[in-house]
T-cell receptor, first 112, second 113 residues
Framework: QKEVEQNSGPLSVPEGAIASLNCTYS??????FFWYRQYSGKSPELIMS????GDKEDGRFTAQLNKASQYVSLLIRDSQPSDSATYLC????????????FGKGTRLHILP | DTEVTQTPKHLVMGMTNKKSLKCEQH?????MYWYKQKAKKPPELMFV???????INESVPSRFSPECPNSSLLNLHLHALQPEDSALYLC????????????FGDGTRLSIL
C-alpha cells in the first residue's frame, strides 16, 4: 500500500455543488493531516490542518478525519471556478522519522 | 502575500555554473525545508533544518548543498547540476520540525541548460 493515496482525477464538479476529495494513508500512528491547494505553476498553499477524529470546518472547507479507517477527506461547499486546482493531502509518518508525506494530488475542475 | 520569500523566482544556468537559491521567513519558525517538485508530481523532500542544524538529508546528491546561516535564512547552493535537476524548488517553514503545518514560499523555477 502506498503511504498516502489520492485519486489523481480529474474530478469535475458543477459550480455551486459540493466537491469531495479523499485520501487514505498507511501509517496507523499518523497524527497530523494537512490539505494543500496548488494552482498550476504555483506553490502549495495550506488550507486545512486536522489532528482529531471528526469534522473541522473553515468557511466553505470541511476536513473530515477517521483514524480507524485511515481516511481523511476535504469537502468544498458551493464550489467556485477559482477552486479549480490540484489538492494535495499530506500526512505525518511516524515510522519514517515523522516526515510529512504528500499524496500525488487530485486535480479538481469546477465546471462553470 | 507569502510569508516565506524565495529568490530568485526564475533561474537558468548551465551545467558548469554555481548559483544559490535563497529563502527567508520572519514567522519565528524553527524548522525550514527544501523540496523539489517536478511537473504533475508532489513535492519531494530534500533537506530539513531544525534549530539551524541539518536534521534530514534525503540522500540528495552533493551537487546540492544546503546552508542555514541563521533561524530566518536558508540557502541552497547549486553546482554542476544536470538537466534532470530542472524543477520547481520550494522552501517551507514550520513552527517546529515536521508534524506541524508547513508554509511554502512561491518557489524558484530552475532550468538547467
Amino acid at each position: 500500500q502506498k503511504e498516502v493515496e489520492q485519486n489523481s482525477g480529474p474530478l469535475s464538479v458543477p459550480e455551486g455543488a459540493i466537491a469531495s476529495l479523499n485520501c487514505t494513508y498507511s501509517d496507523r500512528g499518523s497524527q497530523s493531516f494537512f490539505w494543500y491547494r496548488q494552482y498550476s505553476g504555483k506553490s502549495p498553499e495550506l488550507i486545512m490542518s486536522i489532528y482529531s477524529n471528526g469534522d473541522k470546518e473553515d468557511g466553505r472547507f470541511t476536513a473530515q478525519l477517521n483514524k480507524a479507517s485511515q481516511y481523511v477527506s476535504l469537502l468544498i461547499r458551493d464550489s467556485q471556478p477559482s477552486d479549480s486546482a490540484t489538492y494535495l493531502c499530506a500526512v505525518n509518518m511516524p515510522d519514517r522519522d515523522d516526515k510529512i508525506i504528500f499524496g500525488k494530488g487530485t486535480r479538481l475542475h469546477i465546471l462553470p | 502575500d507569502t510569508e516565506v520569500t524565495q529568490t530568485p523566482k526564475h533561474l537558468v544556468m548551465g551545467m558548469t555554473n554555481k548559483k544559490s537559491l535563497k529563502c527567508e521567513q520572519h514567522m519565528g519558525h524553527r524548522a525550514m525545508y527544501w523540496y523539489k517538485q517536478k511537473a504533475k508530481k508532489p513535492p519531494e523532500l530534500m533537506f530539513v533544518y531544525s534549530y539551524e542544524k541539518l536534521s534530514i538529508n534525503e540522500s540528495v546528491p552533493s551537487r546540492f548543498s544546503p546552508e542555514c546561516p541563521n533561524s530566518s535564512l536558508l540557502n541552497l547552493h547549486l553546482h554542476a547540476l544536470q538537466p534532470e535537476d530542472s524543477a520547481l524548488y520550494l522552501c517551507a517553514s514550520s513552527q517546529e520540525q515536521l508534524s506541524k503545518p508547513q508554509h511554502f514560499g512561491d518557489g524558484t523555477r530552475l532550468s538547467i541548460l
